[in-house]
């Protein structure tokens, strides 16, 4: 199995799941993050001093897949978290060693 | 077993005070010849609302600090309410308005509330409960140490906060106060004016401000890490319900209800608008963009310049003292950096400078138009009256800022000002409360 | 579909309503003899102030529990605003003020607040209008029960909540307040002096407390699970809203603004100030620090103790029943897990403490120097009044255990008093009402 | 350098109003014949509560918004309590108040409050100082526009916002504050009643909230993205300030304290009651939960619908206003989305419809046993009554709603009326203000 | 060395930590996160609207252990987290090549 | 590709990202997360009683890079997030098997 970690801005998440979900992955977990890359944060003003917010918000979405999802699953994520504007963010795919559903006890693709 | 000793104490302590039960009592009788029930309604009403300013004041600061030190922030002004207003009941309220002793301070024949009672004073308001002037003018004692908290705010020891404000309130606010508003008192014999409060309270503690943030020095990586507001929706909140009470402070001061209150009010609402605008503009054209921090900064700086002149000046001059208020804060707020010392909240910023140019401009603007017993400035052909303002600024900053000053330095010596490194870093709400702020996970 | 039935047959019930509308309206006119427009004005704003007081309350809770409950907890007070506030309209202001009906209940002569006009009732308040003084009775009537919610917070179904409300306020509310402060009620023709509510408001509400604790059981977890205040902000600032409206609770209820308004106004003041450094000082020895919330908890402490006696004690000895109050306060809550039952917010250690200590130190305490219509306690040679005030509180005691303790009982057979397990574990806010406190998202 | 120069101009700015200060403070002077210290008290805390409705407002919207907005919604309340002062003081109060201009607006002689002093005006308020009256009236022309924000939350540009409030005060709200309360307004020749405010405040800022939403346009995302309140307890905070200002706003508009102000305080807090569990009731069987919002949302619109019947009407009257109130604005509020606007937080459903419903429900209930200088409804047998409301309703809604769209075509020309869509994604907090609500991180 | 990453129910956590802390796990690092999957989210109702709360507020747990303890951690986390209802949640093993303890600059399974 | 996951103190985060900054990687991903390990947390009293918070917050910074920069970003953050006390945190190291960058399509080490 694979895991695929998207970094991407978090308006998109709700396409993105819905996307995802028509290709027929009905299980992913969503982490609020915050990100730096060349998309820089952006200046708050208080009371005349000039403050740098570095980091922006991102959402991180975890899937845990069948390997032969995996290139469907990057399409999607891809096409719909692109808007093309820098910090749409970054997908890295690892290799899933053991995937246990808590509820049966059932193991490796049978639990994703 | 050794808290239940620690309890019994508290126990006999309280019954020491006990002993004084009898004797205090005595003074609440006597009939009330001519209490009027319409400015006892309105005295009352506003002691509430300068009461609740202190809590404001608590949200005001509370939100701009960062989250870790919250609670900490919020319990110096919430636990002052408590802390001044025994002083003051005690003591405090005697020194500042009992029997002159040399134009310096008050004696201390009204200790405990002795001879204040259900009679009016008229020295002090004719037509109200003297126990109800009393309790007025407790809010103000109250509020007043808590508005120096904002300057070194996130690294003051609960402990040798909690002495400081007594110290400070004894050794500096009550003779302040008798000075300026006391039967007797020297600046009040010089024919100074200050209707609310724009020298005892606001110069006196803005100046304080400055001595202690000199002496607390810069919190941990103050100015390279950045220390936005944590929650502005809550300092908002607290600028708002400042507002609201302030009408108490000004138009409360007039201890009547009639014509006096009323301009007092329409006044220190119109300055209070003009200077919240004022700032806003200034902050947009200097920075790009009007800040909502800003708008309720500069509302404050209108509350703080308008105060002394509230019962003096008519409605169009209050605008200007708002406006200049609004611009003249701003600016001396955005220059701090230069200058290199850290006043967390700029009460120096704030209220000193506010403070300074409403008492001056007090000398500028007044008018026996408005109040018959008050005076003239130099606008309506008087400019000894700005004279004597000045005199009383200056009194005040000095006074204010030789003692606050020196009683730092002892304390510091004493019981220490910091808190360690650690605890700083941790944050006052848990190192010196042991509480969070918020806990939003379940 | 059904819902639109359901609409009509609210609007039939309103129509229904309707009809009542002439009938009531005729109460209102007859000319207002002796009206005092400072009097009126003072215990309209008092009014106000007491309203503020049960929001005030919601946040003082909401704070308190964990964040998926705050909705839920904030719910039970604001609606009990509405409900209790009809419930009074209609009949509660006639069973608890109305003509006497053999010393333990008024008829029902005032239902729809007949009879109660613009024109002042001497029996109650001679110079303010009836209806004046019925809806400030009114905010008291609304604020009892709410103080009940605390102790079975996170976890009541909000359905048997409203039922309970409204029998609860019938049967315990309603004909303690006649014993107590109604024309010919048995206690109030005792003598026990209640200035504000301590027995009416307090020590119902506080008994009441303890058995739903009691009979509701614990929160799934209690006490293994830590609970901790989900935000402590907004109960610091619920303190300041109740602390700023009791203002209005006991001093209002001199029902005339001048020296009794005054002195019930600072000591007030005074004995929460005391209470809330006492109790920060108790738990600091007890437990090495000194907490915010414990700096709130001990105001509300001094508020709740203070109010029976507000009218009757001088300041002095104010701080005292203050400082008691917060002491005693503290010990009732430390030593509560000893107990084992889960009074969610400690409304037994705090209104049922309190109120029971300051309605015995009204016994103490009192003095006609204050308040000639009032009394002599025992420090002032009449020993008396301790027995009498010992009898009025025992008489609250065992009226509210008892009848709380049968309405719970049948409700809970009949409604069911709690949530389900899955709903606690929920939360209340969503289960009970399908909304998130706070969506911090996006 | 640049900033250096802009704060120049402001400081020149200032200096040219200066040279008014002279002239107005003139108008201050002369003897206060015949002011009752009662009045004023109530109606100077009045002027006080109606000015916090404004930041209670600010929060109730505020916590509606998406958190990214919560400032930029907030601070639109804020800056108007600030912005419409200074107008009404200028020239807003003389076009409202101002000798008559052939019955539809006010002339220029008050402009900078000339001739409003300490003495009381009699015909408005013989009792209190025209002063007192002017600064009462200020606060409800702060309050109406920043009803309107709420319509177009979300998505408002700052500075256009900032130039159509002042011109609607102006255009819109100024003449039609003369029409029905001014001496010579034509609505007020007609006979109209409106004790405080459903025509001029609900009515007109509801209406202009129809227009302003369809004008703007619905927010990016709308429907299909849920847009949730992110703070709820914000929203009950600031609507628990709202009830409690509003006993100011109506009980404040008897303009006396006494009977009058006694009913009005009487009925307005029962019809708020009744509208919040009659909105609470209509969803709960439409939607199978009770709210939290929907109570709060409840207790606005009854407030809202009891506003113009307030000074009228007896308290069981008030009820049935109040939970038709209740109902028909749920009904309003959850029809919305069929009809496709964005009305982002209801002011049309509670302001518009609530408005419309209490100024008919004034002919309707309104009874001369309540108020001698009021008039009968229709229940009270004079139909005629409910016809003037009539036409005072229609003129209103169509005076109020053409003008408004035509500033905003205008301006919407001129100078734009919605952010950028960027700004929009981003959140006024940020694009507008450069701020973040809340950071809570260290 | 592997990482076990769980995401279970909020209110399972502590009983997770207690029951791993006695398997002599003493190292853990939480997340809060939302789920997606078989267990749907909630309705909730704003003035009369209904809004779809799709996301259900989860926590992740990860541990990082010796490849010896796999079993035994799996065995300990699927037992206490399981509730037998639907959204107990999953259990993913990834490997893990390299660990360090920043305090010491131990590497490997003395890191741990 | 390598992953590297440091778990840090948090008021270290804005000292270790401008270090990675210095050593040329701009790129980064911030979790606030709560840790459990040798460093325990601490006691807070509410009315008396005191209550145990166990978890000690906590900030993850997620950073990916090609394998040759491994030696180089362990050091930066070891150097960097080091106190010396007791919770300085953990740093794990896992191997990555695609990275894609959303924005462009890129995949690989251009797209770190
Ligand atoms: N090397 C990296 N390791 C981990 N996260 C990264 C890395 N580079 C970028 N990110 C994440 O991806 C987000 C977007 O990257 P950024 O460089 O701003 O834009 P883009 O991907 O469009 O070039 C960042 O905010 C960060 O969260
Ligand atoms: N394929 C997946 N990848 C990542 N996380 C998943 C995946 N499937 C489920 N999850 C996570 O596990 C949680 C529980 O899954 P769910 O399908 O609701 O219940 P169950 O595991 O009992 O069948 C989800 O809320 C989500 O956080
Ligand atoms: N085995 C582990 N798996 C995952 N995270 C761990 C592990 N051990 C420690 N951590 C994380 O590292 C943090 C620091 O660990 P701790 O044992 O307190 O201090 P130190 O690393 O200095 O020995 C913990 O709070 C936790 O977040």
């Known amino acids: 199995m694979k895991k695929i970690e998207a970094i991407i801005k978090p308006f998109k998440l709700e396409d993105v799941k819905e996307a995802l979900n028509k290709a027929g992955i009905a299980g992913l977990t969503v982490t609020e993050v915050k990100g730096y890359g060349r998309q820089k944060g952006h200046v708050e003003i208080y009371r005349g001093a000039e403050y740098d917010v570095t980091f922006v918000p991102k959402v991180k979405i975890e899937v845990v897949a069948q390997d032969a999802l995996l290139p469907e699953i990057l399409k999607v994520i891809e096409e719909t978290a692109r808007t093309g504007k820098i910090g749409d963010g970054k997908i890295f795919v690892t290799a899933v060693e053991e995937t246990i559903r808590i509820r049966t006890g059932e193991r490796g693709d049978a639990a994703v | ?442």
Chains 1, 5, 6 share one sequence.
Not at chain 2, 10 to 23: K, Q, R, T
Not at chain 2, 30 to 42: C, F, H, I, M, R
Request: hydrophobic content about 55%.
């Open chain 2, 1 to 442: 077993m050794k808290s239940m000793k620690k309890l019994a104490g508290l126990i006999f302590a309280a019954g020491l005070l006990l002993g004084m039960a009898g004797v205090a009592a005595a003074a609440a009788a006597a009939p009330a010849p001519k209490v009027d029930s319409g400015d006892t309604a309105w005295v009352l009403i506003s002691s509430a609302l300068v009461m609740l300013m202190t809590p404001g004041l608590a949200l005001f600061y509370g939100g701009m600090v960062r989250r870790k030190n919250v609670l900490g922030t919020i319990m110096q002004s919430f636990i002052i309410v408590a802390l001044v207003s025994v002083q003051w009941a005690l003591w405090g309220y005697s020194l500042a308005f009992g029997p002159d002793f040399h134009h310096i301070i008050g004696n201390l024949s009204w200790f405990g509330l002795n001879h204040v009672g259900q009679t009016p004073d008229p020295d002090y308001a004719a037509t109200i409960p003297h126990q109800v002037y009393m309790v007025f003018q407790m809010m103000f004692a109250v509020i007043t140490p808590a508005l120096i908290t904002g300057a070194v705010a996130e690294r003051f020891k609960f402990k040798t906060f909690l002495v400081f404000t007594l110290v400070w309130c004894t050794v500096i606010y009550d003779p302040i106060a008798h000075w300026v508003w006391g039967v007797g008192g020297w600046i009040h014999n010089l024919g100074a004016l200050d209707f609310a409060g724009g020298t005892v309270v606001h110069i006196s503690s803005g100046v304080a401000a400055f001595a202690a943030a000199l002496m607390m020095g810069k919190r941990k990586g103050y100015p390279r890490t950045p220390m936005p507001p944590h929650n502005l929706t809550m300092t908002i909140l607290g600028a708002a319900l400042l507002w609201f009470g302030w009408f108490g402070f000004n138009a409360g001061s007039a201890v009547t209800s009639g014509g006096l209150a009323g301009t007092a009010f329409v006044v220190t609402h119109l300055a209070t608008a003009a200077a919240a605008l004022a700032w806003m503009f200034a902050e947009w054209m200097h920075r790009g963009k009007p800040t909502v921090l800003g708008a309720a900064s500069g509302a404050v700086a209108g509350l703080v310049a308008i105060t002394p002149a509230s019962g003096f000046v008519a409605p169009m001059p209050s605008m200007i003292i708002g406006a200049v208020a609004g611009i003249l804060c701003y600016t001396a707020v955005s220059l701090k950096p230069k200058f290199g010392y850290d006043d967390s909240l700029d009460v120096v910023g704030v209220h000193g400078v506010g403070g300074t140019w409403g008492a001056l401009a007090t000398g500028l603007f007044a008018t026996v138009a408005v109040n018959s017993a008050g005076g003239n400035g130099l606008f309506y052909g008087n400019p000894r009256q700005l004279g004597i303002q000045a005199i009383a600024v200056a009194a005040n900053i000095i006074y204010s800022f030789v003692g606050t000053s020196i009683i730092l330095k002892v304390m510091d010596a004493v019981m220490g000002l910091r808190v360690s490194e650690e605890d700083e870093a941790a944050g006052l709400d848990y190192s010196q409360h042991g509480e969070s702020g918020y806990i939003f996970e379940d």
